[in-house]
């Protein structure tokens, strides 16, 4: 089982706001970082470190964290941002990498 | 440009070995800890293993743990999973990932991921 969590599945109405969280007890020591996988590719680092993004990330993609809970958000969904996406961190050994479940956004 | 190829993925039979390998170019190979993660078909990341910069130090997932081994050669800028006593359940598309961290609470992260090559476990 993971010691990460997140909801199977979100959903959001195009151009509209989504949040995406992670929770779990390491991530009172250590940032998250989210990743973006659509089917058939590899995943694709979009947030990482307190709220970082990568070259070529849109904007639209931010993260936050408050106590045991790391947050995506997505500031005007579009429809290419359906997707799954996976939150990862260090273990609370801080030696071993844990991902979370993964959720399912679709844009409606 | 920083690309990662994974390499060695075939059909095995349980109790097997196999190995992987994972040929890194673009970027000095010896300055990052590097990962392999799994997905097995139609579901989550599986985190597997890390090495650091100088295979000084290794981890690995309870699941995976005194089964696989996990290598690199810096001189040929390859990293290597050697996969033992192989399971059903380890049937999986195996990434390797450049791995980045940050002192403190910045946590670790995976930038780039290879396209994964494909070790199935079957009889």
């Known amino acids: 089982s993971s010691e990460l969590t997140q909801d199977p599945a979100v959903s959001v109405a195009l151009g509209q706001t989504v949040r995406i969280t992670c929770q779990g007890d390491?991530?009172?020591?250590?940032?998250a970082s989210w990743y973006q996988q659509k089917p058939g590719q590899a995943p694709v680092l979009v947030i990482y470190g307190k709220n970082n993004r990568p070259s070529g990330i849109p904007d639209r993609f931010s993260g936050s964290s408050s106590g045991n809970t790391a947050s995506l958000t997505i500031t005007g969904a579009q429809a290419e941002d359906e997707a799954d996406y996976y939150c990862?961190?260090?273990?609370?050994?801080?030696?071993?990498?844990?991902f979370g479940g993964g959720t399912k956004l679709t844009v409606l | 440009e920083v690309q990662l190829v994974e390499s060695g993925g075939v059909v095995v039979q349980p109790g097997g070995s196999l190995r992987l390998s994972c040929a890194a170019s673009g970027f000095t190979f010896d300055d990052y800890t590097m990962h392999w993660v799994r997905q097995a078909p139609g579901k989550g990341l599986e985190w597997v293993s890390l090495i650091s910069w100088d295979g000084g130090s290794t981890y690995y997932a309870d699941s995976v743990k005194g089964r696989f081994t996990i290598s690199r050669d810096n001189s040929k800028n390859s990293l290597y999973l050697q996969m033992n006593s192989l399971r059903t359940e380890d049937t999986a598309l195996y990434y390797c990932?450049?791995?980045?961290?940050?002192?403190?609470?910045?946590?670790?992260?995976?930038?780039?991921w290879g396209q994964g090559t494909l070790v199935t476990v079957s009889s």
């Open positions: 990932a450049k791995g980045l961290a940050a002192a403190g609470t910045g946590g670790v992260w995976f930038d780039p």
């Open positions: 990862n961190s260090r273990d609370s050994s801080g030696n071993r990498v844990v």
């Open positions: 390491s991530l009172r020591s250590y940032y």
